[in-house]
């Protein structure tokens, strides 16, 4: 953590503070978490400085804001619909093995 980092996302719900940090961590962003444990200081500090919030280096920023938003409400579009090609069964885009012969989508 350096002084160069700026907060992407804080919210009341831990679990959802850590996914959001393992989303970014696995991109490669170096997320950092702070506030984990504050929210027992609600009420004598200002609840808005209590929450869970995950900072990463300024430079990450525009990046980490689209893979947060994609995390919480899902890709932009969905996939498209595709044809196995081993056994010629349509799929719906959210599949990426073929249900019927179990071959992985082409990418």
């Not at 609840?47 to 280096?57: A, L, T």
């Amino acid at each position: 953590m350096t002084g160069d980092d700026v907060r992407v996302f804080r919210h009341p719900n831990a679990l959802l503070v850590s996914h959001v940090h393992n989303v970014l961590a696995s991109a490669g962003l170096v997320p950092s978490l702070r506030n984990m444990t504050l929210g027992g200081g609600a009420g004598e500090l200002p609840p808005g400085e209590c929450e869970p919030e995950v900072w990463v280096p300024a430079g990450h920023r525009l990046r980490a804001e689209a893979l947060v938003e994609e995390a919480l409400d899902g890709p932009a579009e969905p996939p498209p619909d595709w044809r196995c090609p081993a056994c010629g069964e349509w799929l719906e885009g959210a599949f990426d093995a073929c249900w019927q012969c179990n071959r992985e989508r082409p990418r």
